[in-house]
């Protein structure tokens, strides 16, 4: 056994506010995990002297958040953030400069749809740039500041400026003849995809000229849904051509983890470019060099598999030839960005429970870490070496970090001083252990620091499968707000996990309730070795998705382990689920096709078990989670009460396969708090 003890918030290293909490400090609560600022988005200005930002605030009585944007000198370590739209009641978010460095662009609903707008720097008023009849998901513009590329939702026959409503049939009812139905948690309108427009600016900013379709010649949605976005369109280094991402609506959306790299040149007449067609595996995240030679994308090479390795490719625009830069690295990159000399590509990627930043040089592949600890996002590279990222860990939410070319960083944001300073610290380790195989498995622990005594252990199991709980900030799971209840929170990276290679990543494939369990039954038995302090006879396990999955296949395999469960968005019945959910690629590749194709397809079927149950149960769903359907969760609380199981229900009308709303948020962890007090500590809840 391998154990590595940190001081969360010294590893952090970007928590400072932690590491002496005032005497009147107390215990994180769901209240604090909801409240908490949000920063993202971060874009610096051309001459790198400027770093905009948008921050998500929270109004809990309200039950609403609005989103402003600010600015920060970086030539001025003492600088102080300065609101450049920050509208109440209105949402003001993904900020880019114009090419000059005075303007910034940015998307806001303050006209009651969502709009580019413009703003002067640093106090001008802003203007309206778009008058686009829908509303607009986002914008990306081109690095000449001539053109703008903005996305949205558009009806078949109508246009991103004028859309009159077709014809619809009489009544309410929805109409298909194919799938998808619906996705994620929204039913489908037939016809209707998100499409890219490009407009010409004039000298004022705002439009010249009606929209141009860029992705309008193929059906299929451009960003891909449910979460494709900025990072799925990238603008030639000229301003004369678009590449973009699109899922290509043929019928076979739901079976197919096919994304394609289209390159759009803008000239009269041009025809596009499929530069991916022979490859049915999911290629996304398309950026071109600023020199103008590259284009680089990220690219998945087995067909219908959601989580097999994400491998950067590169294209040489000049002679057509692509190659696969990171094939020999068996990591999976998240994120892709230039260098501003072109010679290197910063990406982003889970290497075991952390998510640095590192340099991949051009051409030769190879590969450099730039960070150690945290959770590495939003890279914005800047002249001469330097970069600007956010962060986070299990110790505090989002900041941004300006890194040097000599590797040295300095925090620019301290967006939940405040909050945090009010808050009791918590203990987090690292550790491995020997699990299913022998194969070496990782874990993490987080605990109230200085508690003395044992601790009851709240056992967390990530969703995916193929994910991880890692040094990380979350808003959902969180093991910092568990274990300031007074446990100890811990997570095991069972096999299928992510960051540890793609064969230990495969190893989940048909296996769903094999080697998992017996990580998670090896991790529990290891751990009063690991940290005496930890009494694991009192612990309850809890899990969302896959990790709801789990509980559900605890409950009739190790209905000894825990003295209480928790399982939110969970499969209780396979067979179901193989015929409810929505991405069908993602069943069909875990279990090994269709349900009429697999052997031993009730294998790992947790109803198969139910009279083995005996576990007190809370059951969460969300009824707008097509992911999961929420008659999972009706089916597994069927099943525990009509056998007298201890057990209760809660259901969000309006969440999906996460519960995301403020009020919600608050809701489900009192919910959660109150079952694991009632059978850990024998304290009813309020």
């Known amino acids: 056994m391998k154990k590595m003890l940190l001081a969360a918030l010294v590893a952090s290293a970007l928590s400072p506010v932690l590491l002496a909490s005032p005497a009147a400090a107390r215990p994180m609560t769901e209240t604090d995990l909801a409240t908490f600022n949000r920063l993202g988005a971060p874009a610096a200005s051309p001459d790198g002297r400027w770093v905009a930002y948008q921050l ?17 000198d970086l030539a001025d370590s003492k600088a102080q953030p300065i609101a450049i739209a920050d509208s109440p009641g209105h949402n003001e978010s993904a900020p880019v400069f114009a090419r000059d460095g005075k303007h910034l662009f940015f998307l806001s609903n303050r006209s009651g749809t969502n709009q580019v707008w413009r703003v002067a720097l640093p106090g001008g008023e802003p203007v309206q740039v778009t008058q686009s009849a829908v509303d607009l998901s986002g914008f990306s513009l081109s690095p000449d500041g001539n053109s703008l590329a903005v996305w949205a939702d558009v009806a078949e026959g109508c246009s991103v400026d004028t859309c009159d409503a077709r014809a619809k049939p009489m009544g309410t009812g929805r109409e298909y003849d194919r799938l998808f139905v619906r996705h994620w948690d ?54 004369n051509a678009i ?27 041009a025809t596009a470019q499929n530069l991916t067609e022979t490859n049915q595996g999911t290629d996304s995240l398309p950026t071109a060099s600023p020199d103008g030679r590259w284009l680089a994308w990220a690219a998945m090479a087995r067909p219908g598999y959601e989580a097999d390795r994400m491998v950067v490719h590169l294209r040489d625009m000049k002679t057509g030839k692509t190659v696969k830069l990171t094939d020999g690295w068996d990591r999976s990159v998240g994120s892709i960005a230039w260098a501003a000399d072109s010679k290197s590509l910063l990406v982003t990627a889970q290497d075991l429970l952390e998510h ?37 860990s299990v110790s505090a939410p989002d900041d941004l970090v300006l890194m040097d070319a000599k590797g040295q960083t300095r925090r620019l944001t301290n967006v939940n001083a ?8 918590v203990m987090y380790e690292q550790f491995s252990f020997k699990g299913a195989n022998g194969d070496l498995v990782h874990g993490q622990i987080v605990k109230p620091q200085g508690a003395k005594g044992k601790l009851p252990v709240a056992l967390l199991v990530h969703g995916g499968p193929q994910g991880s709980f890692s040094n990380s900030w979350s808003y959902r799971w969180n093991p910092a707000v568990m274990a300031s209840q007074g446990y100890a929170a811990v997570t095991i990276d069972f096999h299928g996990s992510t960051g540890y290679g793609q064969a230990f990543t495969d190893s ?13 039954k090896l991790g529990m038995a290891a751990l009063p070795g690991i940290d005496a302090s930890l009494d694991t006879a009192n612990a309850c396990a ?63 079927n947790p109803v198969n078990h139910v009279t083995k149950w005996k576990t007190p149960t809370l059951v969460i769903h969300g009824e707008k989670d097509f992911r999961i359907p929420y008659s999972q969760s009706l089916a597994a609380f069927t099943a525990l009460q009509r056998q007298g199981i201890e057990s209760k229900l809660l259901i969000f009308p309006d969440e999906n396969h996460w519960v995301l709303k403020a009020q919600n948020s608050v809701q489900w962890h009192r919910n959660v708090f109150d079952w694991l007090a009632k059978h850990l500590k024998g304290r009813e809840g309020k």
């Open 56 to 72: 998500t605030t929270t109004d809990l009585a309200a039950n609403k958040r609005s989103t402003g944007l600010f600015v920060l």
């Open 186 to 239: 929204s039913w489908r309108e037939p016809g209707t995809y998100s499409r890219i427009y490009a407009y010409a600016l004039a000298t004022d900013g705002k439009t010249a000229g009606p929209a141009r379709a860029v992705s309008g010649g193929i059906e299929g949605d451009a960003p891909s849904k449910p979460f494709g976005g900025g990072e799925e369109i990238a603008w030639s280094a000229d301003s």
């Open 243 to 269: 590449a973009f991402a699109i899922r290509k609506s043929d019928g076979d959306e739901p079976r197919s983890t096919n994304l394609d790299i289209v390159w759009q040149p803008l000239a009269d007449g």
């Open 356 to 392: 640095p930043v590192f340099r991949v040089d051009v051409p030769s592949g190879k590969v450099t870490r730039l960070t150690e600890r945290g959770n590495v996002g939003n890279v914005v590279p800047l002249a001469g070496g330097a970069m600007i990222y956010t962060i986070n």
């Open 418 to 425: 405040d909050k945090l300073a009010g808050l009791d610290p």
């Open 508 to 520: 989940i494939n048909k296996d769903w309730g094999g080697k998992p369990l017996e990580d998670l």
């Open 542 to 604: 809890l899990g969302g998705s896959y990790g709801g999955y789990m509980m559900n296949w605890i409950a009739g395999q190790w209905p000894d382990g825990f003295k209480c469960l928790v399982t939110h968005a969970g499969v209780f019945d396979l067979r179901a689920m193989a015929f409810e959910t929505e991405e069908l690629w993602f069943d069909e590749w875990d279990h090994g096709g269709p349900w009429w194709q697999r052997t031993d397809a009730e294998k790992w």
